[in-house]
DNA sequence: AGTTCTGCTGCAAACGTTTGCAGTGAGGAG
DNA sequence: CTCCTCACTGCAAACGTTTGCAGCAGAACT
């Protein structure tokens, strides 16, 4: 029923393949014809079937995007970015959601192999070997893991739990947490040994919790195991576990960050919007998202390219840090704790 | 490079109607026969051609999920859910981003239209008589807007609407406010309709303000004019708005809910984690997501089925509303305004 | 004038499938 | 033994494109 190039063809009195050079080689015929073939197409409202292109051509002009989990916020912003950048080129993009596990993943890549022209594996589950074995069906681009050999766009959440860090030490914390992410997140791996490391420079120890479910759930059931544990400040996997936390915490009746600090990652758009605003690490979500497409297209045919991208991070100091606790019973004053006591004040009254 | 299904063929010494048919009507073929080709399949890692399958058949297998904005948080639940459904089904699912912009929403529409089996239209902007129109080209369900003639998945945003002015006018508020959405929305006109009825039964004056982008830049706009205006309680189009608002009007030293009541729509996420936490509208963003789902690929080919379903809404009071002003001085005690007072006193601090 | 070049167009094969039709051989009915 | 049926398989056309090759006319050389 839709017009095809034969209907085209047809009604300007040329041969199809006149029409389809008009369309995808257009110096290659006459003006005159080509004004009068497009008029045609137009009048019949023909638009060129991409799926039979691409059998031919074996550009699909489509790409993949897996992610773990859409209705996770971090997700979004980056979702939203690359579509809009391969839209730009012409582009359409399959969204699809491993629901954090890897074994979806695997099928996800394996049935979306074929009819796109690569896919954006984002905070992959898999395993390395596995990944690399797939990117030899399909061009793969990776973001938020670091793979050799392999094109990715990862955000430098090392520097940044660093600074976090530094930044509670500077606070006088000497007990710090780590809520971890989720059992093969390469980034939680980054963010624990960076951690560790800045820790052990500030002179202070490091208490992993974890692995755990990057939600806010997730983070809501530490709560207890924390304060248990004694520790006064925490750094977590991401944003959302920090709100659960904070959650959890406030169930248990403790203060944040009277009596606890917790520092988030990826700056999700709620954290300047709950109470007390959440200190965190901002991940350019977008910005990878846009690097990541950029990456896949470029390399036009000339697999194994395997460009990396490495994005800055960002600590943006809010209200859910303070001072830790001080042997002399008496608060450190400056810093960029500061801007904390209100927080803690209107939150003393709940 | 990638097996064909030609190879497998060969392989396992049949002709390659043989192969098909063992995919696509394996009870034609004769059991040795097919367990020798997918023996042979497997082992050269065969996958189907979508594409080209969908050459012939005319079913794509894909479908495609058009919303006005990725990154506002009412959608991704709902993109979550129609790929979850849509895969189940062994669907691909295009999702692209209008930007608020009908001129847009059109193009995608026509882009799309000849690699799907049909497009989810979820928040048009364009006019009905345009999308009936592409309708002709491409099975299509709406979303959030009803259109009679086509197969259209609404949320009773009018009940809820009313049950919120209904809530408001309980609490003794007599001048209630607004907040209008974007330009072109039938779910604004739904809001606006219903809440102008319930003010009108309850005694009390409805103002409108706007339209407005459906933000929270696009809430906190219009905090001033709010003030000024006297009204003591309002309806928002969306709750990313009523946040946005409400940030406006701590701005301008307003507190809520004390001086100002405010009531968002949709339940997002983010509504319980803000403070005061939002009174507001639960939408089922992820029913109406797989209930398009389902509508699309129910009737496979039989075009012009024109199925409607609409979603219960629900009130969800929590303490962002509070009691209106008092003639007498002295707030009207029981309904719904008894949770309000901790978040009225913890806010008073600020 | 003959030759080559250039710009345009048509022809037909190919991409990887599906599917109506026809052919095969075996088994059962008469 | 013949005929029919049945289960299975092969053949080839078709889906809507792209593209290398060849043809053709006219222009530009020699």
Chains 1, 2 share one sequence.
């Not at 992610?67 to 399959?94: C, G, M, T, W």
């Not at 905070?123 to 050999?149: A, D, H």
């Not at 991940?283 to 036009?300: I, S, Y």
């Amino acid at each position: 029923m839709p017009a095809t190039i034969r209907d085209v063809a047809r009604e300007s009195g040329v041969h199809i393949s006149t029409v389809s050079r008009t369309f995808s080689a257009p110096h290659l015929v006459n003006p005159d014809t080509r004004t009068r073939v497009l008029a045609c197409a137009e009048q019949l409202g023909y638009r060129p079937n991409r799926a039979a292109r691409a059998l031919i051509t074996g550009r699909t002009y489509n790409v993949g995007l897996i992610v773990a989990d859409i209705a996770n916020p971090f997700f979004p912003p980056l979702i939203k970015a690359a579509e809009s950048q391969a839209r730009q080129r012409d582009y359409h993009i399959f969204v699809a959601d491993s629901n954090e596990d890897a074994a979806v993943e695997e099928d996800l890549v394996r049935a979306l192999a074929k009819q796109v022209d690569g896919i954006l594996l984002c905070s992959p589950r898999m395993s390395n070997s596995l990944i690399e074995l797939l990117s030899r069906e399909v061009p793969l681009v990776v973001i938020n893991r670091q793979i050799t050999g392999l094109p990715t766009v990862v955000m430098d959440v090392a520097q940044g739990a660093g600074l976090a860090v530094d930044h509670l030490v500077g606070l006088g914390h000497r007990r710090i947490g780590l809520i971890a992410g989720p059992r093969g997140s390469w980034t939680s791996k980054e963010i624990r040994r960076s951690a560790a490391l800045a820790a052990r420079a500030g002179g202070a120890e490091l208490t992993v919790f974890g692995p755990n479910p990057p939600t806010e759930p997730g983070g809501a059931a530490v709560a207890e195991q924390v304060l248990r544990s004694g520790v006064s400040a925490v750094l977590a996997y991401n944003d959302l576990m920090a709100i659960g936390l904070i959650e959890g915490l406030h169930a248990q009746g403790a203060r944040v960050p009277a009596d606890i600090s917790v520092v988030g990652i990826d700056d999700i758009a709620l954290s300047r919007l709950i109470h007390p605003k959440l200190t965190t690490v901002a991940t350019p979500a977008a910005a990878a998202g846009r690097a990541a497409v950029d990456m896949l297209l470029a390399h036009g045919d000339d697999r194994r390219t395997t460009a990396h991208a490495s994005l800055q991070t960002e600590l943006v100091i809010r209200d859910s840090t303070g001072p830790g606790p001080d042997p002399h019973s008496h608060a450190d004053p400056g810093d960029a704790a500061a801007a904390a006591p209100r927080a803690v004040a209107s939150y003393a009254k709940e």
